[in-house]
C-alpha cells in the first residue's frame, strides 16, 4: 500500500545553504506532527510536498510524484496556512466558494461545500460576514474551512492553534482530532507547541537543520532510546538485590526506592529478562512499564542526539 | 462550539473537476465581480464613460441633422461634421485615454498588489492555480473590465455613426469606422490593462502600485515628450498615450497642427504598445512566479 507521503534521498538546495538534506522516510498516519526548531526545513519540505520548487530525489505525495504532478496533488490536499491568506473584502462563504472553485469544484458544488465546511468549522451564523471584521479565532476558522472545502485527502496545517485563547485552541484541536474519523482526512500538523502534537498526533517527523532527525509513532519517540529498553520497574521488596542481579546480565539499573528501580537493557534484551531474573532471584515483581519522555523531553532528545535516519523511519 | 460538530451530512466528493487549465476563468469572474463591488472602483468611471459616448452620440446625431449639413457643405467642408466626431474624441481630446488612466488606476493597479499585501497568493498557490492561470485570469478579468469603457464606447459612437447614414452606399462606405474603433478600443485596453497590472506586480502595496502607475503615466510619459521635442520625435514613440494618438490619428488620416512634432509612425506606434505590453506581462509572470516560489509555507 502506498504511504501517504513518500521521500527518497529529498534534497534541496539554495545556492550554497541546503535546506534539505537526503530526506529518506515513509510517513502514514491518521494525524502526524511535523516538527522542528526555526530553519529546520519544514516550509521548504512543505513546498516540496505540493510541487512548488524543484529539488533533487523524490518526493511522493499520495503516490503521486511532486515534481511531476504538483497540480494534480495540490487538487487533493488542504493547506491551512500560518499567516492570514485571505483576499480583501469578502465574507467566510465568498471566499471558500471561491477557494472550491479555484481547486475545480462546479460553482454549485463549491458554494455547497463552502457552507458544510464552515458550518463545520463553527462559523455557522457568521459566515456572510466580512472576514475583515473576524477575531483571530474565527480566522483560524475560515483558514481550516477554505482548506477543507474541496475535500482534500490530506490536510497541511501550518501552527492552527497560535494565538487562539484556550477555549478556542481547545475547539481547533477537537476538530482536528475528528476529521480523520468523521472525514477520513489525513493531517500534518506542522506546530511549534508540543502539548498539541502529544494530545492528537499519532505519529511524529522531527527535523533539524535540513535532515530528518526522527519519523516513527509518537510512542516510538516518547521511548526513542529503543523500544521498551528502559524499564520502570517496582517490586514487592528488595529492589536492592534484583538489581545487582540485572547488572551481572549487562543491564544498567537506578534504584528509585526499596521497590522501585529503573533499568536499561542491553540492546538485545526484551522484558522477559527481567521476569527470568526476578524470577531467579526470588523476587516478585509488581509492576513493569516501559518509561516514556514525554514528548516535549523526547523532541528535544532527539534534536540533541543524532539518530541514524535509516532506523528511525518508520512507515 | 466545545462538544459538537456540525458535519451536514458530509459526503466525499466523487465528481469530475475543473480542468486544471480552465482555472484562470474562476479568477476572470472574481476580478470582474471585485471591480463591481463598489462605486467608486469602476462604475463610477463606467458613468463618466457613458456620459462620453452619449456625448459622442448626440453630437453625431445634431451634426446629422439636415440644415447643419446645408450650412457646412455651402462653407465647402469636404469631411461631414459626424464623421469627425469620433476622431475628435479619440485622437483630438483623447476622452478615453484619460478614463483609461484613471480607470486603471483605481480597477488595474490593486488587482494584484492587493494580494501581495493580504497574502492572497499562499491562497492562490496551495491551490491547483499556477503562475500563467493566475496572471491570465487577472490580465483577462481586468481587461474585460477595462474593454467596457474603452472599446465599447468608441464602438456605440462608430455604430452610431453607422446607423444615421444616409442610405446603404453611405453606410458600407463608413464601415471601416468600426474597424478603426475596434482597433483602437483593443489598443487602448491592451495599454491600460497590462501597464498598470505590471505595476501592481512590482509594488508591494495598493497604494504603491498606484503612485507606481500615476508617476509612470504622467512623470514618465511627460518627460520623454518633453525629451522628444527637445531631441527627436522618434523617442515620443516610448510614450504610450502618444503612440495610442499617433495610431488614431492616422487611421482616421488626421493631422494635429500643434503636435505636429510628436507625430511617429502608426507602425512604429504599434511596435512599442506590443512590446510594452510583451515586458508588462513579463514582468508579471516572472513577479508571480517568485512570489509563489516564495509565498507558501510562513513561519512554521
Same mark, same amino acid.
Given at each position: 500500500?502506498?504511504?501517504?507521503?513518500?521521500?527518497?534521498?529529498?534534497?534541496?538546495?539554495?545556492?550554497?545553504?541546503?535546506?534539505?538534506?537526503?530526506?529518506?522516510?515513509?510517513?502514514?498516519?491518521?494525524?502526524?506532527g511535523l516538527l522542528g526548531p526555526?530553519?529546520a526545513?519544514k516550509?521548504?519540505?512543505?513546498?516540496?510536498?505540493?510541487?512548488?520548487?524543484?529539488?533533487?530525489?523524490?518526493?511522493?505525495?499520495?503516490?503521486?510524484?511532486?515534481?511531476?504532478?504538483?497540480?494534480?496533488?495540490?487538487?487533493?490536499?488542504?493547506?491551512?496556512?500560518?499567516?492570514?491568506?485571505?483576499?480583501?473584502?469578502?465574507?467566510?462563504?465568498?471566499?471558500?466558494?471561491?477557494?472550491?472553485?479555484?481547486?475545480?469544484?462546479?460553482?454549485?458544488?463549491?458554494?455547497?461545500?463552502?457552507?458544510?465546511?464552515?458550518?463545520?468549522?463553527?462559523?455557522?451564523?457568521?459566515?456572510?460576514?466580512?472576514?475583515?471584521?473576524?477575531?483571530?479565532?474565527?480566522?483560524?476558522?475560515?483558514?481550516?474551512?477554505?482548506?477543507?472545502?474541496?475535500?482534500?485527502?490530506?490536510?497541511?496545517?501550518?501552527?492552527?492553534?497560535?494565538?487562539?485563547?484556550?477555549?478556542?485552541?481547545?475547539?481547533?484541536?477537537?476538530?482536528?482530532?475528528?476529521?480523520?474519523?468523521?472525514?477520513?482526512?489525513?493531517?500534518?500538523l506542522s506546530t511549534h507547541?508540543l502539548?498539541?502534537v *502529544?494530545?492528537?498526533?499519532?505519529?511524529a517527523v522531527i527535523m533539524?537543520?535540513?535532515?530528518?532527525?526522527f519519523?516513527?509513532?509518537?510512542?516510538?519517540?516518547?521511548?526513542?532510546?529503543?523500544?521498551?529498553?528502559?524499564?520502570?520497574?517496582?517490586?514487592?521488596?528488595?529492589?536492592?538485590?534484583?538489581?545487582?542481579?540485572?547488572?551481572?546480565?549487562?543491564?544498567?539499573?537506578?534504584?528509585?526506592?526499596?521497590?522501585?528501580?529503573?533499568?536499561?537493557?542491553?540492546?538485545?534484551?526484551?522484558?522477559?529478562?527481567?521476569?527470568?531474573?526476578?524470577?531467579?532471584?526470588?523476587?516478585?515483581?509488581? *509492576?513493569?512499564?516501559?518509561?516514556?519522555?514525554?514528548v *516535549?523531553?523526547?523532541f528535544?532528545?532527539v534534536?540533541?542526539?543524532?539518530?541514524?535516519?535509516?532506523?528511525?523511519?518508520?512507515? | 462550539?466545545?462538544?459538537?460538530?456540525?458535519?451536514?451530512?458530509?459526503?466525499?466528493?466523487?465528481?469530475?473537476?475543473?480542468?486544471?487549465?480552465?482555472?484562470?476563468?474562476?479568477?476572470?469572474?472574481?476580478?470582474?465581480?471585485?471591480?463591481?463591488?463598489?462605486?467608486?472602483?469602476?462604475?463610477?468611471?463606467?458613468?463618466?464613460?457613458?456620459?462620453?459616448?452619449?456625448?459622442?452620440?448626440?453630437?453625431?446625431?445634431?451634426?446629422?441633422?439636415?440644415?447643419?449639413?446645408?450650412?457646412?457643405?455651402?462653407?465647402?467642408?469636404?469631411?461631414?461634421? /459626424?464623421?469627425?466626431?469620433?476622431?475628435?474624441?479619440?485622437?483630438?481630446?483623447?476622452?478615453?485615454?484619460?478614463?483609461?488612466?484613471?480607470? /486603471?488606476?483605481?480597477?488595474?493597479?490593486?488587482?494584484? /498588489?492587493?494580494?501581495?499585501?493580504?497574502? /492572497?497568493?499562499?491562497?492562490?498557490?496551495?491551490?491547483?492555480?499556477?503562475?500563467?492561470?493566475?496572471?491570465?485570469?487577472?490580465?483577462?478579468?481586468?481587461?474585460?473590465?477595462?474593454?467596457?469603457?474603452?472599446?465599447?464606447?468608441?464602438?456605440?459612437?462608430?455604430?452610431?455613426?453607422?446607423?444615421?447614414?444616409?442610405?446603404?452606399?453611405?453606410?458600407?462606405?463608413?464601415?471601416?469606422?468600426?474597424?478603426?474603433?475596434?482597433?483602437?478600443?483593443?489598443?487602448?485596453?491592451?495599454?491600460?490593462?497590462?501597464?498598470?497590472?505590471?505595476?501592481?506586480?512590482?509594488?508591494?502595496?495598493?497604494?504603491?502600485?498606484?503612485?507606481?502607475?500615476?508617476?509612470?503615466?504622467?512623470?514618465?510619459?511627460?518627460?520623454?515628450?518633453?525629451?522628444?521635442?527637445?531631441?527627436?520625435?522618434?523617442?515620443?514613440?516610448?510614450?504610450?498615450?502618444?503612440?495610442?494618438?499617433?495610431?488614431?490619428?492616422?487611421?482616421?488620416?488626421?493631422?494635429?497642427?500643434?503636435?505636429?512634432?510628436?507625430?511617429?509612425?502608426?507602425?512604429?506606434?504599434?511596435?512599442?504598445?506590443?512590446?510594452?505590453?510583451?515586458?508588462?506581462?513579463?514582468?508579471?509572470?516572472?513577479?508571480?512566479?517568485?512570489?509563489?516560489?516564495?509565498?507558501?509555507?510562513?513561519?512554521?
Amino acid at each position: 500500500m502506498t504511504a501517504l507521503i513518500e521521500l527518497d534521498r529529498l534534497t534541496k538546495r539554495y545556492g550554497a545553504v541546503t535546506a534539505l538534506d537526503r530526506l529518506t522516510a515513509a510517513v502514514d498516519g491518521r494525524i502526524i506532527g511535523l516538527l522542528g526548531p526555526n530553519g529546520a526545513g519544514k516550509s521548504t519540505l512543505l513546498k516540496c510536498l505540493l510541487g512548488l520548487i524543484p529539488y533533487q530525489g523524490s518526493a511522493r505525495v499520495l503516490g503521486l510524484d511532486a515534481s511531476i504532478d504538483g497540480t494534480q496533488i495540490r487538487d487533493r490536499v488542504g493547506y491551512m496556512p500560518e499567516q492570514e491568506a485571505f483576499l480583501a473584502g469578502m465574507s467566510a462563504v465568498e471566499l471558500c466558494t471561491y477557494a472550491g472553485e479555484l481547486s475545480g469544484l462546479p460553482r454549485t458544488e463549491a458554494m455547497q461545500r463552502a457552507h458544510a465546511a464552515l458550518y463545520y468549522a463553527g462559523l455557522e451564523e457568521k459566515r456572510y460576514q466580512p472576514i475583515d471584521g473576524y477575531s483571530t479565532g474565527m480566522k483560524q476558522r475560515v483558514k481550516l474551512a477554505q482548506a477543507l472545502v474541496h475535500d482534500p485527502e490530506i490536510l497541511f496545517l501550518d501552527e492552527p492553534t497560535n494565538g487562539l485563547d484556550p477555549e478556542a485552541r481547545e475547539d481547533m484541536l477537537e476538530l482536528i482530532v475528528d476529521l480523520p474519523v468523521r472525514r477520513g482526512v489525513a493531517i500534518v500538523l506542522s506546530t511549534h507547541l508540543l502539548p498539541d502534537v *502529544e494530545r492528537v498526533c499519532d505519529r511524529a517527523v522531527i527535523m533539524h537543520r535540513g535532515a530528518l532527525r526522527f519519523a516513527g509513532t509518537i510512542d516510538e519517540l516518547r521511548g526513542a532510546r529503543g523500544p521498551g529498553s528502559e524499564l520502570a520497574v517496582g517490586v514487592r521488596a528488595d529492589a536492592d538485590r534484583l538489581a545487582t542481579a540485572l547488572a551481572s546480565t549487562g543491564a544498567i539499573c537506578r534504584v528509585t526506592s526499596p521497590v522501585a528501580l529503573e533499568v536499561d537493557l542491553p540492546a538485545s534484551a526484551t522484558s522477559q529478562l527481567v521476569f527470568q531474573t526476578a524470577r531467579t532471584a526470588g523476587i516478585q515483581i509488581r *509492576e513493569l512499564a516501559v518509561r516514556r519522555d514525554s514528548v *516535549e523531553a523526547a523532541f528535544l532528545r532527539v534534536l540533541g542526539e543524532p539518530r541514524d535516519v535509516a532506523t528511525a523511519s518508520a512507515p | 462550539m466545545t462538544g459538537q460538530i456540525h458535519d451536514l451530512g458530509y459526503q466525499r466528493y466523487a465528481g469530475a473537476r475543473r480542468s486544471t487549465t480552465s482555472r484562470w476563468t474562476v479568477i476572470l469572474r472574481h476580478q470582474i465581480a471585485t471591480a463591481w463591488q463598489t462605486w467608486w472602483r469602476f462604475k463610477a468611471w463606467l458613468v463618466v464613460a457613458v456620459l462620453a459616448t452619449g456625448t459622442g452620440v448626440a453630437l453625431i446625431y445634431l451634426a446629422s441633422d439636415t440644415r447643419l449639413r446645408m450650412i457646412t457643405n455651402l462653407r465647402g467642408a469636404e469631411v461631414q461634421l /459626424a464623421d469627425g466626431i469620433l476622431p475628435t474624441f479619440l485622437g483630438v481630446f483623447g476622452v478615453y485615454d484619460k478614463i483609461g488612466f484613471i480607470a /486603471a488606476l483605481f480597477v488595474a493597479t490593486p488587482a494584484i /498588489a492587493r494580494d501581495v499585501q493580504s497574502g /492572497a497568493f499562499t491562497f492562490y498557490f496551495a491551490r491547483s492555480v499556477r503562475p500563467r492561470d493566475y496572471v491570465l485570469g487577472k490580465l483577462a478579468g481586468i481587461g474585460a473590465v477595462m474593454a467596457l469603457l474603452l472599446l465599447a464606447g468608441p464602438l456605440v459612437i462608430a455604430l452610431a455613426r453607422l446607423g444615421l447614414s444616409d442610405d446603404w452606399d453611405d453606410l458600407i462606405a463608413r464601415l471601416p469606422t468600426v474597424a478603426k474603433a475596434l482597433a483602437v478600443g483593443v489598443l487602448g485596453t491592451v495599454v491600460y490593462t497590462a501597464m498598470p497590472l505590471a505595476c501592481s506586480a512590482l509594488a508591494r502595496s495598493r497604494g504603491h502600485a498606484m503612485v507606481l502607475w500615476a508617476g509612470y503615466y504622467v512623470v514618465f510619459s511627460n518627460l520623454v515628450v518633453v525629451a522628444a521635442m527637445r531631441t527627436s520625435a522618434k523617442w515620443a514613440v516610448l510614450d504610450l498615450p502618444t503612440a495610442l494618438q499617433s495610431i488614431t490619428l492616422s487611421m482616421f488620416d488626421l493631422q494635429l497642427r500643434v503636435r505636429r512634432s510628436l507625430d511617429v509612425p502608426a507602425g512604429a506606434a504599434v511596435i512599442s504598445i506590443a512590446a510594452h505590453a510583451a515586458v508588462a506581462i513579463g514582468l508579471m509572470f516572472w513577479q508571480v512566479r517568485n512570489a509563489q516560489r516564495a509565498g507558501v509555507g510562513g513561519a512554521a
